[in-house]
């Protein structure tokens, strides 16, 4: 799905830097490339392949085509976290509504937000698993939440909660026994492009393209035990066709909606 993909090295490595290209060469088992001097562009160009480039403290992607790079940062959930410490509403949360020690699958992980959220509110009790169809991407965040230097508390233990794991979504689901996650989340967000949402650039452009299914919903239901919820584009014909409750939010261009699981008697 990713193409050919090769890892490179800052422009002046140092001793970390090699040892960050070594790991994800053995990892992803791919080739490493000499930098020499040379532009990520050029390598790009010259073997027409994405490239990670193993930095003095983190990961980057440069998927072929792409103006930018992908690289992990808690983005938005570091400010989300500290108005639900506070006790304020957070839209997401309040449609899962999730409970401490309550199982919380993510179909569509992208840069983790919304797992990290949902980390906190199933706490150190529950479980957080979030899938991305994308092996690069899927690495460069499972990485990212397992390292990333915050001191900011309860990010940190937030993110090291989540199970990160590459695989397609659909197919994930296939191999779950019934009722086995308590919520089931997915958000399709290439379906359409935020103009504002400048930080995603880089992630939509690299990451993998999927269209919401009757299947896809179909095993989500199957495996939900409380509920499955849908984010989306306010414009998606995707809540009336799979007939999710949808919640709208007036000042935003995602809306959520929500499919109930019927709990046996």
């Given at each position: 799905?990713?193409?050919?993909?090769?890892?490179?090295?800052?422009?002046?490595?140092d001793?970390?830097?090699?040892?960050?290209?070594?790991?994800?060469c053995e990892t992803?088992?791919?080739?490493?490339?000499p930098?020499q001097?040379?532009?990520v562009?050029?390598?790009?160009?010259?073997?027409?392949?994405?490239?990670?480039?193993?930095?003095k403290?983190?990961?980057e992607y440069?998927?072929?085509?792409?103006?930018?790079?992908?690289?992990?940062?808690?983005?938005?959930?570091?400010?989300?976290?500290?108005?639900?410490?506070?006790?304020?509403m957070?839209?997401?949360?309040?449609?899962?509504?999730?409970a401490?020690?309550d199982?919380f699958l993510?179909c569509?992980l992208?840069m983790?937000?919304?797992s990290m959220?949902?980390?906190?509110?199933?706490?150190?009790?529950g479980?957080?698993?979030g899938?991305?169809?994308?092996?690069n991407?899927a690495?460069?965040?499972?990485?990212g939440?397992?390292?990333?230097d915050?001191t900011?508390?309860?990010?940190?233990?937030?993110?090291?909660?989540?199970?990160?794991?590459?695989?397609?979504?659909?197919?994930?689901l296939r191999?779950?026994?019934a009722?086995s996650?308590?919520?089931?989340?997915?958000?399709p967000m290439?379906?359409e492009?935020?103009?504002?949402?400048n930080?995603?650039?880089?992630?939509?452009?690299?990451?993998?393209?999927?269209?919401l299914?009757?299947?896809?919903?179909?095993?989500?239901?199957?495996?939900a035990?409380k509920?499955?919820?849908?984010?989306?584009?306010?414009?998606?014909p995707?809540?009336?066709?799979y007939?999710?409750?949808?919640?709208?939010?007036?000042?935003?261009?995602f809306h959520?909606?929500?499919?109930?699981?019927?709990?046996s008697?």
């Amino acid at each position: 799905m990713c193409g050919l993909t090769v890892v490179t090295t800052a422009g002046r490595p140092d001793a970390l830097s090699e040892e960050l290209a070594r790991f994800v060469c053995e990892t992803l088992q791919i080739e490493f490339v000499p930098r020499q001097k040379r532009s990520v562009v050029a390598i790009r160009q010259e073997l027409q392949a994405n490239v990670i480039v193993a930095g003095k403290n983190r990961y980057e992607y440069y998927p072929k085509g792409a103006n930018a790079p992908f690289f992990f940062h808690p983005n938005s959930a570091a400010f989300r976290l500290k108005r639900v410490a506070r006790g304020e509403m957070e839209p997401m949360l309040e449609v899962c509504q999730l409970a401490k020690g309550d199982s919380f699958l993510d179909c569509t992980l992208g840069m983790g937000a919304d797992s990290m959220l949902a980390a906190f509110a199933v706490g150190e009790q529950g479980r957080v698993v979030g899938l991305e169809a994308n092996r690069n991407i899927a690495f460069l965040v499972k990485h990212g939440m397992q390292t990333y230097d915050t001191t900011k508390l309860p990010l940190t233990a937030c993110m090291r909660q989540i199970e990160v794991l590459h695989t397609e979504a659909v197919e994930f689901l296939r191999q779950q026994p019934a009722d086995s996650f308590d919520v089931v989340y997915m958000d399709p967000m290439f379906e359409e492009t935020i103009e504002e949402a400048n930080n995603f650039e880089a992630l939509r452009h690299a990451g993998s393209h999927l269209a919401l299914t009757a299947e896809w919903v179909q095993e989500a239901l199957r495996v939900a035990k409380k509920r499955v919820v849908l984010k989306a584009h306010y414009q998606s014909p995707y809540f009336e066709q799979y007939d999710f409750k949808r919640f709208a939010r007036q000042t935003a261009k995602f809306h959520y909606g929500v499919i109930e699981k019927k709990q046996s008697l």
